[in-house]
């Protein structure tokens, strides 16, 4: 029932941006992490950027590129994405870990994915 509704890829030059949206909708109660990972052909999925009530977590290679953000009252992820590289070219997805009404435990949900294209 819970679902997450990505947006904002697509391609763009080097040094340019992009913004992802990731809305979530459904039965979440409560949620306690929203995040961006990326998946590149061949390589693992990896852990781009993450924000909880208080902290904000980036990977190296998108410090001070990305900025993660949240509205609460949208149940809403953004990724802002500047001085965007080759490198980023990947399938973006959108992931929540939060937990459903009288449910015990968080579960983790996952958006359908995003394309991001960088290039010339």
């Known amino acids: 029932q819970v679902q997450l509704v990505e947006s904002g890829g697509g391609l763009v030059q080097p040094g340019g941006s992009l913004r992802l949206s990731c809305a979530a909708s459904g039965s979440l109660f409560s949620i306690n992490t929203m995040g961006w990972y990326r998946q590149a052909p061949g390589k693992q999925r990896e852990l781009v950027a993450a924000i909880t009530s208080g902290n904000t977590n980036y990977a190296d290679s998108v410090k001070g590129r990305f900025t993660i953000s949240r509205d609460n009252a949208k149940n809403t992820v953004y990724l802002q994405m500047n001085s965007l590289k080759p490198d980023d070219t990947a399938v973006y997805y959108c992931?929540?870990?939060?937990?459903?009404?009288?449910?015990?435990?968080?579960?983790?949900?996952w958006g359908q994915g995003t394309q991001v294209t960088v290039s010339s």
């Open positions: 992931n929540v870990v939060g937990r459903v009404r009288n449910g015990i435990s968080p579960s983790n949900y």
